[in-house]
């Protein structure tokens, strides 16, 4: 019984279909009439005109995105937690050349305006500091946490003013709408980019990368090229996207996921180190309660000597998610 | 009846298998069961020690084999029309932090030791000038060439003379060991690195990284965490090059495609450009002739005024390569 | 008798005059007196609004200067043997982030409109291959040559209906507005960007960039910055760019250069490579006649097995080019 | 009176005599007598076998530095206030394609064994987080505070153990090694670079890069061209640097820096935010106090609202400094 990470999810049935069903020769890179479809499918999600291109990791999405906003010799405003500052092996700085994440702090890896403020009004040196340029938040944070529309709308005020891009992190965005119970656009509104996850929600290896300004769309084509990763046979990627937004697979997944999370949640709430939000549970457990879980064959990652992480996904089978919550009721 | 590239080929039926069976969870990243096979499965073929590690496109694989090989203030010595230099928007120069390509002359998009040292002999202003560090040949050669082994051994020699590394770019390595009727080894002998192709023939996004120096491989794994290619579901990239390797699926795709090209050519013996070494035919047709073609539903690319360029695949039907074969003798 | 280089000539005693005077506390970097009056001072040579930034080489001049106008999936069009190619051991592409030199041919390392053409016309793959951006020329050319007002106006048309940015080496720029008789605005028309070189015409170690767009500025103080070239002590570099503008002593000392190339050339009409258009003279001399001279005391550079180089600076003893013209016409 | 940076000061006689002996014909670039006698000179201060390489800023030297031992992936242990993180603009992720700087705290901007483990321990994802693989301290620190043997022998120690390279920004080794009365080598070991300043310290735009392992001279000569640092008339640079090596003049200027440091010091004792042990006095000052001082003819820097930042250099003035000392005292 695996709580390890989404990543190590299955693949959805119908995203197997639809990749098969790709599988007829067709124009090669992004020329097919699949990937062709990406900007219309996601511009009927959000209700405004965008452009979404395909890649094949979170961490090139991130990366991307990025490049729109920010210069070589600029700064990206995020959480010291962020998975672009923690667990990306300065993917980030590789693809725009070398602009500094710039640490803000924050509960549950959370931004708020303050956090940003605070790191802005230490940059008072000119131009022998990096000036910011970008703020970047994932939604769902990494602790599982998602910014509801109220909280999105003040920092995206906030860069405004400041005239700063605002890129959001989507690896987990499913679930975050899942449990908002908002829209698509209401969860994203304002980013000016989102990276949209969907291989740990029932794909392969596609996440996509929308642009709510499709005028950066050449910039992001030339550095997904530059980056390696306009796949020749980009249909494939293509057709696991469509397959997830068509009839709302992406959030029915999403919402499979958080349920599995609120069931083992739901047995172990003083041990909670934060609401569940999404699909991760933080769970307070010492060496002998995590060893006891582990003998009876749930498997999941340590997060320091206090905290283990569970995570849940779309497949995540119903009776698994309440055997951990009576394991865990249990100890 | 498609002649416009190997990448719009389909995905062989025991590439689907391989990648079906592997759709179970497993250790995310490369930390799954057959990500850890690569290694063992590459050495067996080449019979030495290597290390093997998955990428999804030929451009990162070249890009991040050449991080092995060359700094950001060196060069690598490549044909004036190879890939990395006319096809990958800049890629190996991404990776590599700047690295040039040094251009060299040579028929057939091959390049000779006499070539090489053209450029060589141009590198004289000291550290005004980037020093040479690297040699990158492709197999079978942008025009469908292969590189026999005492051509690659006169190579390898000027190589080790100059303290230069050795690059293959391999996209259609299979294609040229299946034309030279040799082994793997002695196809990529004395490269220190090697791009194994296997998107195009029969995988869906998967090639290799073959390092021949095994201990080059911890600097490709940062890296290529840092270039976003590391997937989180790698299990689907690895089955799919195993699936290739085992039982020799490789090789037998690429003499599938290679005699297809070979039916194709076998009627147009004087409208040849080069011999026919791997999967593609490059032919003299002028306007006229190449409508006459179409109007016929072949489809392929124009090369220039002058040539056309058509690939065959692993899955061309025998039926379409000798229906052209008949329609190009009967022009 | 030295016709090495003119970057081994001395410094002017009116700019060691004006660095010692530079010598009081002051405020550091560019926010000194000196430094602040470079804007007026080149605007006002030129006749139009620009900004001006001191820096310490030719190479970092001409570096930052690209990056105002080529992303670093660009490229720039320039001659084959053009500096930033040849000489600058790839610094425009480390400060451009990854921008490639797209080469053209041309006599007299001069580029023309049809020959910038002929290398756009071989980009045509899409987003698989590097987009031109900019054209950087050489003001003399890597020969010696001018480019008149006509040529420039061709150029600047080419670049205009192109969208291309257009970078003027100016390392010896004022060798050309000496030689061509012209204004500074009319040698330089129509750059969006030009390196003034001082330190080869009697500075010590400064150069400017002069931006035509005022609004490019930020950006090159930031890079410049970034690129450890904003000095501490900037007055010492504003004065020698200021000694050399006032009075016009940056015409006067190419002046004096010109001549006595010219003084040389006098002598040797038939074994002149290209006509004499600034402070450089490349001679067809055998290696009997190289030492012969050498004998005689005069320092040169071998170009290739049939070519010298000599160049003459703003301290060339009048009766240095006369000797060495005599020993030639006796040759 | 100014206090507000050693960077005012003016140049000393001694450099600039030295410098006007250098204005003679000589090899372009390093290839000149003087430059030629770095290396010699060094290695007799150091007691060892060292190279030594002009620059014309500290944050050249610092980042050339950097990239003789940190790769693109990787990253650097500095404290969170160190200059190469707070004043360089990113010149280090510049130079090093990439590298981050990881943040340790520490009392006055030193590090400590401790400190730097806190930030190693914090290393353990593996390829998806940077590898520290350098160390850089700051001799003396932001704050004016030396290292003792004994504790860079702790770092050192721990660098070795860890297998990290530990870089020196030595922009005023002088004043520590005046401050510590011990030998240059015992204020630098056991670091295996250092950023040797000059230009703070009587020169005019140049820095040394030494060390400690000569055969990484070569990597610095490529990238330092590279970066457009390579001066065409080298000899200037290297003229300072010999004048204040020569007799002792780079510890005779440090010296008197630090006495007038003591004077003004010496009157401010409960003032002190650290004890002075180079040429920096961070004293706390009012609003109040600070334009009490203004009004008297003192020019200096806030550092924040409770401390403000004054710097002694070479030629302050012995009656400036015993006047400040008794305006603060009579505060």
């Known amino acids: 019984m695996q709580f390890l990470s989404d990543n190590a999810a299955r693949v959805h049935p119908k995203v197997w279909a639809a990749m098969q069903a790709a599988d007829a020769p067709d124009r090669p890179y992004d020329g097919d009439a699949l990937s062709q479809r990406l900007d219309a499918a996601f511009s009927e999600l959000f209700g405004r005109e965008?452009?979404?291109?395909?890649?094949?990791?979170?961490?090139?999405?991130?990366?991307?995105?990025?490049?729109?906003?920010?210069?070589?010799?600029?700064?990206?405003?995020?959480?010291?937690?962020?998975?672009?500052?923690?667990?990306?092996?300065?993917?980030?700085?590789?693809?725009?050349?070398?602009?500094?994440?710039l640490l803000a702090e924050g509960a549950g890896a959370k931004l708020t305006p303050a956090a940003i403020e605070a790191v802005l009004g230490g940059i008072t040196r000119g131009v022998h500091q990096v000036p910011a340029q970008a703020i970047s938040i994932t939604q769902a944070s990494e602790y599982g946490l998602a910014y509801r529309p109220d909280e999105l709308a003040a920092i995206g005020a906030l860069a405004q003013a400041q005239g700063l891009g605002l890129h959001m992190d989507g690896a987990r965005f499913a679930n975050a709408v899942a449990a908002l119970n908002c829209s698509a656009s209401e969860a994203a509104w304002p980013a000016d980019a989102l990276s949209f996850g969907c291989t740990k929600n029932g794909g392969m290896d596609a996440d996509a990368i929308v642009l709510f300004d499709p005028e950066k769309a050449d910039l992001v084509r030339w550095r997904r090229k530059r980056g390696g990763h306009l796949q020749s046979k980009g249909r494939f990627l293509a057709a696991q996207v469509l397959a997830l937004l068509e009839g709302g697979l992406w959030l029915e997944n999403a919402r499979a996921a958080n349920g599995a999370a609120g069931e083992v949640a739901g047995a172990a709430r003083e041990r909670l180190l934060y609401p569940i939000e999404a699909n991760e549970i933080f769970l307070k457990l010492d060496a002998g309660e995590r060893a006891a879980l582990r003998a009876q064959g749930f498997q999941f990652y340590d997060w320091d000597d206090a905290v283990v992480r569970m995570v849940t996904a779309w497949d995540t089978p119903q009776e698994h998610a309440a055997a951990l919550g009576k394991a865990i009721a249990a100890l």
Do not use: Q
């Open 50 to 101: 965008v452009a979404a291109l395909w890649v094949s990791s979170g961490t090139a999405a991130n990366s991307l995105a990025l490049t729109t906003m920010v210069e070589p010799h600029g700064g990206v405003v995020c959480h010291r937690e962020a998975h672009i500052e923690m667990d990306e092996c300065g993917a980030p700085g590789f693809y725009t050349h070398g602009a500094k994440l």
